[in-house]
């Protein structure tokens, strides 16, 4: 996740910046720059780490800077897409966390006018677009140039001959941190612990002047606001987690964030996105590991739904053996860390096959970008816990916008449907945020498993991949034994093993398969299982069958399998917390998988 750091004062602003930045590297990045404000704006980025940067960096005497580390999202990880950029001029630089959606139509519009653009990113037509509007006031060309700007953002900027640095939020998180004399910015608060332990949060829509004396904030119609300082108490490690106890749970938090990162960068123009094989997609296969797998499955039920293209999901570690015959015109390789050596090895074997490989992963300049035909990147931002959360809702939105191209591509959506699609699509955080709001009520859920040695999860049509999930997220990190299964197979076997101390997780949504999924769980109340319901606000009924009801917000059922598995999520987390299990890094599993 890319990192942002300013200092104004009296120190050596190099020296603060490569410090702060260092802090921010556990964060994840692929590159790193500064610029320094002394007499002229001088400026160093390095591809790589950040001893890169280190390594080139000369003496400067500046007092006033800012930094950045980068996670690559649009464009490759390389120096010239690394922050900060630079108006052509060289009297304004900036740096950004985000994503501007509009950027293609403003980086015509600005080409036209004259600027000049170095790099792939979307970030640089902001700099072009300050410059445009600067008449001598950077803070009033910096709110007139978000104007024009769709997207999110955490911004900062500085210009020649001045120790200000003019800064801006919307939905990317950035506090300002207030010394003596010295005033600092970033865009998380372990860059600062070391300067100081005073910071003032900026919220959405506001923008703020930083200078060595002074911290100026003011709101979205440009009126100054009073803020108060937070004294921060937490130590490094507590701070990297943003005051959560867990990386897990920070990334459980974070998902109507990182879902909106991920629609947003392609809804606009999906219809135009450029990552099918021109041939037509009679049938396709989805091939992945784990919870990627988990993924694909419900792209399977969703692309059929929405497209009635046929989908066959298998496991990358297994396609090798299958038939070498059936040639498929799109092999779609979901990869959260693009390093997963079955999915690699399943894509090579892919395009042996003459099929069109298309990479869903969350890691640019990952194996995967190299190997596969095409990407659709999902952008949640690095995930540190072993247990996939956020990665995994990226996948689903990243697959509800490929259904919708081929849906739309092969006529079963007119631009009726696809308008409506992304509206939906584009209102799933809030749905997202409802289920956060509800944790308390999965907080205490968890206490239903604390002794249990074996747990059951079933669900229906899109619900069951879901339910097989979040038998996967429980055992991962609480290490009880726990099955997914669909729900109308549980009478074909393993009913047998279910009895008083092996619970069961249902959901049971208003939707076509809500009656024949209250029988099932009605069979398994009847032997003495203590039954968990994920249900509907207004289901009455589901209270009789049930030991507890976990109440779901109404979503349409499409998008069912995103609420369900961020409640999911929350359970294994409480469960495991519960046990006192090591959650981040539970025992024999790594983050990535680089061994077939
Ligand atoms: O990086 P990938 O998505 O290819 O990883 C695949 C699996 O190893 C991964 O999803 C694993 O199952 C998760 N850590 C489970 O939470």
Not at 86 to 97: F, K, T, W, Y
Not at 163 to 184: C, M, Q, T, W
Not at 476 to 485: D, L, N, Q, V
Not at 563 to 573: E, H
Request: hydrophobic share 40%; aromatic share 6%.
């Amino acid at each position: 996740m890319c990192g942002i750091v300013g200092y104004s004062g009296s120190r050596k602003a190099s020296d603060v910046i490569l410090d702060s930045l260092r802090r921010l590297e556990y964060r994840g990045y692929d590159s790193a720059g500064m610029v320094i404000v002394n007499g002229r704006l001088e400026m160093h980025k390095e591809k790589g780490e950040l001893k890169a940067l280190e390594s080139i960096l000369p003496d400067i005497e500046g007092i006033t800077g800012i930094g950045h580390t980068r996670w690559a999202t649009c464009g490759a990880p390389s120096r010239d897409n690394a922050h900060p950029f630079m108006s052509n001029d060289r009297s304004l630089a900036l740096v950004h966390n985000g994503i501007i959606e509009n950027y293609i139509p403003l980086r015509n519009s600005l080409i036209s006018e004259g600027a000049a653009f170095y790099s792939e990113t979307d970030t640089e037509v902001l700099v072009h677009l300050i410059r445009k509007y600067h008449q001598g006031d950077l803070h009033a060309a910096v709110r007139r140039a978000l104007e024009d700007v769709r997207g999110t953002y955490a911004i900062a900027v500085v210009e020649e001959h001045s120790p200000d640095i003019v800064v801006a939020r919307k939905e990317n998180p950035l506090v300002l941190g207030s010394g003596v004399g010295e005033n600092f910015v970033a865009s998380d608060v372990t860059a600062l612990l070391e300067y100081t332990s005073d910071v003032l949060y900026l919220m959405d829509g506001e923008t703020a002047i930083v200078t060595p004396g002074a911290i100026r904030i003011f709101d979205a119609g440009g009126a100054a606001v009073e803020r108060e300082v937070s004294k921060i108490d937490w130590s490094l490690e507590e701070a990297r987690k943003g005051g959560f106890e867990h990386y897990m749970l920070k990334e459980i938090y974070e998902q109507p964030h990182s879902i909106t990162e991920t629609i947003i960068s392609y809804i606009d123009d999906l219809e135009n996105l450029e990552i099918l094989p021109s041939r037509p997609i009679t049938g396709m296969k989805i091939l992945a590991c784990g919870t990627s797998y988990n993924a694909g499955l419900v792209g399977k039920y969703i692309i059929e739904e929405m497209a009635g293209i046929s989908v066959q999901v298998e496991l990358a570690s297994e396609f090798r053996y299958s038939t070498k015959t059936n040639q498929c015109p799109l092999v779609v390789l979901i990869t959260q860390s693009g390093e997963t050596a079955d999915t690699l090895a399943a894509c090579r074997e892919a395009k042996l096959r003459g099929c069109h490989t298309l990479a869903i992963t969350n890691v640019v300049g990952s194996s995967i970008t190299r190997e596969a035909d095409t990407i659709l990147l999902t952008r949640a931002g690095p995930e540190i816990s072993v247990a996939a959360t956020k990665t995994y809702t990226a996948q689903l939105v990243s697959l509800y916008m490929l259904a919708s191209l081929l849906a739309y591509n092969n006529r079963s959506l007119g631009e009726e449907g696809l308008r409506a699609m992304k509206k939906d699509l584009r209102s799933l955080p809030n749905y997202v945020s409802a289920v956060l709001d509800r944790a308390s009520s999965l907080r205490d859920a968890a206490k239903m498993f604390k002794e249990a040695r074996s747990a059951f999860f079933i669900g229906r049509n899109r619900n069951f991949p879901t339910m097989l999930e979040g038998a996967l997220k429980l055992k991962e990190i609480s290490y009880i034994h726990a099955e997914g299964y669909a729900a109308g197979e549980l009478k074909h076997g393993p009913l047998a093993l279910l009895d008083e101390k092996t619970p069961l997780v249902a959901s049971c949504l208003n939707d076509h398969t809500y009656d024949k999924m209250m029988s099932n769980v009605s069979e398994v109340a009847a032997r003495g299982s203590p039954v968990l319901l994920l249900a509907e606000d207004d289901d009455a009924d589901c209270e009789t069958v049930a030991d507890l009801v976990i109440r779901m917000p109404p979503v349409k059922p499409l998008f069912t399998p995103v609420t369900l598995a961020v409640a999911l999520q929350l359970l294994a987390y409480h469960v495991a917390k519960e046990r006192g299990m090591p959650i981040d890094k539970p025992r024999n599993l790594a983050k990535s998988v680089t061994v077939e």
